[in-house]
């Protein structure tokens, strides 16, 4: 990426948009940062091949986030790349925010309560010895001094395969939540033989009332007209839902019911965002949207129609059938998110640990930082006296 420095700091790059290198001369690694929606967007899009990430760092995910959720959460998006300066290959991006927080410059990834996971995208350049990845820590700590606090969340362990770098990162602590996922190695029936019995059976139970109702139906919607039934059919679902229940429905802010219908529409069309709808004699009585990515489906929201459909378990049905059609299409991984849901009980996934990494870089935000670091040590030594507490 050829850039012509124009001082301050500043660097006009070619084909337009403005950056800030911060080149140490003599370091392995070059970061580079973008500050704004515009200029993220265009700088992830021009190194975007051949970047491993998670579904919620895809340029697809990011372009709605940005576009749609930063400004109506004040929040600046910023995106850091770091590359290898010999070779010119990318090492490292992190799409991030920053907020303010009080007193507090705070740069976190971009998440904004819509992403179960961050982590860095991981480029070609291999960061495989923690003396690269400290070169590289240093270069993003330089390059983001106007923060106060880097505080990244719930990350895994690795990142399409590899190893997380930030994990080998002084600030490392368990995060609060942890997610769950299940693979299903070859067809849905023969998981759901070795799942528990009695699960099982009510599943059988259930998926026969089902086929038994008039004109029983499950569809992923694909065509506009589809997405626009299927989304406002969750709308509708999810608003009953919490006004039953007294609950906040994140959907009744703006910013955030404008984030979720446009990823229905455009992630759709991307093939990014999956719809799903369960039908009974024309009337949709649970839905399923979810994200598609390396191979994997991460789950968003299940709604259902409310309690007469109770019989049927029609979250659950919508769950299984989404899951044959994913398989059949070469998808066997199902990422059921950090949010604690009996599906995911009852289908057998496993926990995936996840980790935050918080980092003060000026001494105000140095209480934080410590005050976190100190509930990380204090949740894991209780996640280890809850798994054996004879010890």
């Known amino acids: 990426m050829a850039t012509i420095e124009t001082g301050g700091g500043a660097f006009l790059r070619a084909g337009g948009g403005w950056s800030r290198v911060f080149d140490s001369r003599s370091g392995r690694f070059i970061a580079e940062i973008f500050d704004g929606a515009d200029d993220a967007l265009a700088a992830f899009e021009a190194v975007e091949p051949d970047l491993i990430s998670n579904g919620f760092q895809t340029l697809d995910w990011l372009t709605v986030l940005y576009e749609e959720l930063a400004p109506s959460r004040k ?9 290898e300066r010999d070779s010119g290959d990318v090492a490292l991006v992190l799409p991030l925010v920053v907020t303010r927080e009080r007193t507090l410059s705070v740069a976190s990834f971009a998440d904004l309560g819509v992403s179960d996971y961050g982590g ?57 939540n942890s997610g769950s996922a299940l693979t299903v190695p070859f067809t849905v029936e023969t998981y759901l033989a070795g799942i528990d019995n009695k699960c099982r059976k009510e599943i059988e139970r259930c998926h026969r009332r089902w086929q038994e109702e008039k004109a029983s ?6 065509t506009a007209e589809e997405i626009a039934h299927v989304y406002l059919a969750f709308e509708e679902q999810q608003a009953r839902r919490h006004a039953a229940l007294h609950t906040k429905n994140i959907l009744d802010e703006p910013g955030y019911r404008s984030f979720y219908e446009r990823l229905a529409i455009d992630g759709s069309n991307a093939g990014l965002s999956a719809l799903f709808a369960l039908e009974v004699n024309g009337e949709i009585i649970a839905t ?40 059949a299409s070469g998808i066997h991984r199902f990422d059921m998110g ?35 670091a100190l509930s990380g040590r204090l949740r894991a030594k209780w996640t280890s006296w809850a798994s054996n507490p004879t010890n």
């Open 288 to 327: 399923l949207f979810g994200i598609v990515h390396g191979g994997a489906f991460t789950r968003l929201f299940i709604s259902t129609a409310g309690d007469e459909w109770g019989h049927l378990s029609p979250g659950r049905l919508a769950l299984i059938e989404a899951m044959k059609y994913l398989t």
């Open 338 to 372: 950090i949010r604690d849901h009996p599906l995911a009980r009852g289908f057998g996934a496993m926990p995936v640990p996840l980790f935050d990494l918080v980092v003060p870089t000026h001494g105000i935000a140095v209480p934080r930082a410590l005050f976190h």
């Open 75 to 83: 929040a600046m998006p910023r995106l850091v790349v770091v590359t």
């Open 217 to 222: 139906r499950f569809f992923r919607a694909t």
């Open 120 to 176: 860095p995208i991981l480029g070609p350049a291999q960061l495989t010895d923690k003396s690269a990845i400290r070169r590289l820590w240093r270069e993003v700590r330089r390059a983001m001094s106007d923060i106060d606090l880097i505080r990244f969340e719930r990350m895994p362990a690795d990142v399409g395969g590899r190893p997380n770098p930030l994990l080998t990162r002084h600030g490392i602590s368990p995060a609060r």
